[in-house]
């Protein structure tokens, strides 16, 4: 028996309202381009959208005109969708409050993860919305993951709660030291003053 790898997401597709509220949300509040539409080729009542969360893959949206916004928050129980998180920039991140403020919609605050910032609000059917911004860059050749995993197991065996700014900083160091050449025979820290 062997595995089924996968190589990324490719899509999501998320039940939404009628086309033009999903349009105004995905589009007119998160800037996802809309790239493209046609029918929902297992259901001729709904429209099928596709969106570019902006890394080039796809968010697709089921709509209806028979279904409007209704605001509650969409089902939590086991085997339900919690939330989707998107990543932004420090930059959107630092504005987000203000953005969803001027615009009335409610959300969360700030709210510090660790490794990143978060802050969650609804869409307009009541679906859980993050945006999420990593609190570090990984090094050239290195992905979040491997920074992620890396810091994980310094925390682990420092025993502390959950990953914090010093455990990335860590995890970074190690990466670099293990994955970038040099002609030096020593590479411990000094203190050349």
């Not at 916004?69 to 930059?91: E, L, Q, Y």
């Not at 987000?96 to 490794?115: C, N, Q």
Request: glycine share 8%; hydrophobic share 35%.
């Amino acid at each position: 028996m062997q595995k089924l790898p996968t190589q990324g997401v490719h899509h999501i597709t998320l039940t939404g309202a009628d086309r033009q509220t999903s349009i105004d949300f995905w589009e007119g509040v998160l800037g996802m381009p809309f790239i493209f539409d046609q029918p929902n080729l297992d259901n001729p009542d709904e429209g099928h959208l596709y969106f570019d969360p902006g890394d080039g893959r796809l968010i697709t949206i089921f709509s209806n005109e028979k279904r409007k916004p209704v605001h509650d928050r969409t089902p939590t129980d086991p085997g339900c969708v919690h939330h989707i998180a998107f990543n932004v920039s420090k930059a959107v991140w630092s504005q987000a409050v203000t953005r969803l403020d001027e615009r009335g919609i409610p959300h969360s605050g700030p709210k510090d993860r660790g490794f990143m910032d978060s802050i969650y609000f609804k869409d307009p059917l009541g679906f859980l919305i993050e945006l999420a911004c990593y609190r570090f860059e990984p090094p050239e050749g290195f992905r979040h993951a491997d920074v992620m995993i890396e810091a994980h197991r310094i925390r682990v065996a420092r025993g502390d709660y959950n990953i914090a700014e010093v455990h990335l900083a860590d995890a970074i160091e190690l990466l670099m030291k293990r994955g970038y050449q040099t002609l030096s025979e020593d590479r411990d820290p000094k203190n050349p003053y």
